[in-house]
């Protein structure tokens, strides 16, 4: 691996920070440091289109779809700047770096075409219909399903855990195909338009009073033929390929939240006398040694030539991070002591360090659980004999 920022890259910082800070004093200023995705949805959405008319929506992307075609230390450098600047989560994360890269790297011209210009102009929100209810995150076990008839693919099943689908105008969906299949073959990956008959959305209410994720039910939904990216029955490949730019660069954004976060609590700690606590130290010490160890895998990680797949460093990420944010959100507790019990305001909101408390619960669990994580590190890094997986 190796990253170093040039004095052309230091350029580049100095505008985009410039940029941003500059965003976020000012017409920007009431959606900053918001820790929550559901906040202030109209005034994110026109965050996402301010960042398009100024070329920050996609910058990985190439030119001609929007983006800079920046280099990988440029987006390393953009991820940072934009959590150093508090600007918000962005309501459009998926369209951006899931669906778009993976429309790039394996869809058809038309369909770059179609879907990237929404995408990059920040006017088509994006989520991920992946998780099921009987699947949790075992996603080759997947049971909606699709079928063709005539020039229209027909999907019948559940989807759950739908981050922000309440707001989004497109999903994609992994489902079935091929009757009788099972495991990774015979599925199939398709893009639905949400607001349509036979789609039905009911929004999930979580333990800190807001509601990111959803149950999605699809009842003779409906997607043109030609809206599958792929072969049928060769979802499985795409679906890992989107799974790898979800461990790529947005990893770097991730962590600089998580900066955030720890700088919250090093900044409590030290204002309620908590800092002088041996043991409070030697946890913080701790967090941050795994925050650096978290940045360093994963530019090793983003040092992979092919994107497209999920090496070795990608199968550990993700239960790297949960597990060290968990924590961290005990740890955010430890210090706040009986005060981060309370809420502020008439509407029961919680301030950013209980908030991350009781979100980090889940992350162990969405985007596959610890217990999966370990399962493919078995499995897939370590080349160990299959889990019996009862028929399958």
């Not at 976020?24 to 949805?41: E, H, S």
Request: charged share 25%; net charge negative; glycine share 10%.
């Amino acid at each position: 691996m190796k990253l170093g920022f040039s004095p052309e890259d230091e350029t580049f910082r100095a505008e985009c920070a410039t940029w941003l800070q500059a965003q976020m004093a000012g017409p920007f200023a009431d959606i900053k440091g918001i820790p929550n995705l559901v906040t202030k949805v109209e005034r994110r959405k026109e965050w996402e289109q301010q960042l398009a008319a100024h070329k920050w929506s996609c910058i990985g992307w190439p030119e001609e779809w929007g983006g800079r075609n920046a280099t990988l230390a440029q987006q390393v450098i953009f991820a940072e700047e934009y959590a150093r600047a508090g600007a918000p989560g962005r309501i459009n994360h998926i369209g951006v770096e899931l669906a778009g890269p993976t429309i790039l790297a394996f869809g058809t011209e038309e369909q770059k075409a179609r879907f990237l210009p929404g995408i990059a102009a920040g006017t088509q929100i994006w989520c991920q219909g992946y998780s099921e209810p009987n699947a949790g995150s075992d996603l080759a076990n997947v049971r909606t399903k699709a079928r063709l008839e005539g020039n229209e693919w027909v999907v019948n099943g559940q989807k759950v855990w739908t981050s922000l689908a309440h707001f989004s105008d497109w999903i994609f969906v992994v489902a079935r195909s091929v009757e009788g299949s099972k495991g990774p073959k015979g599925l199939t990956f398709l893009m639905m338009e949400l607001n349509q008959p036979g789609i039905e959305v009911r929004p999930i209410r979580q333990i800190n009073g807001d509601a990111e994720f959803n149950e999605t039910f699809f009842t003779d939904a409906r997607c043109p033929a030609d809206s599958l990216i792929g072969e049928p029955g060769d979802g499985w490949r795409v679906a890992m390929g989107l799974l790898a730019f979800e461990r790529g660069v947005s990893t770097l954004a991730q962590q600089m939240g998580f900066r955030n976060e720890l700088d919250g609590i090093i900044a409590a700690a030290k204002a309620n006398g908590m800092a002088k606590n041996a043991v409070i130290r030697q946890r913080i010490a701790k967090a941050e040694i795994g925050l650096r160890l978290m940045r360093y895998g994963a530019l090793r990680m983003l040092s992979n030539t092919d994107l497209t797949a999920i090496d070795g460093a990608a199968l550990t990420y993700k239960i790297q991070w949960a597990t060290w944010r968990r924590d961290l959100g005990e740890l955010a507790m430890d210090v706040l002591g009986q005060a981060g019990e309370i809420a502020d305001g008439e509407h029961y909101e919680w301030s950013m360090l209980p908030n991350l408390f009781l979100f980090s619960r889940s992350d162990t669990i969405y985007g596959g659980t610890n217990q999966i994580q370990r399962n493919l590190i078995a499995e897939r890094g370590l080349g160990l004999p299959r889990e019996p997986r009862g028929d399958l």
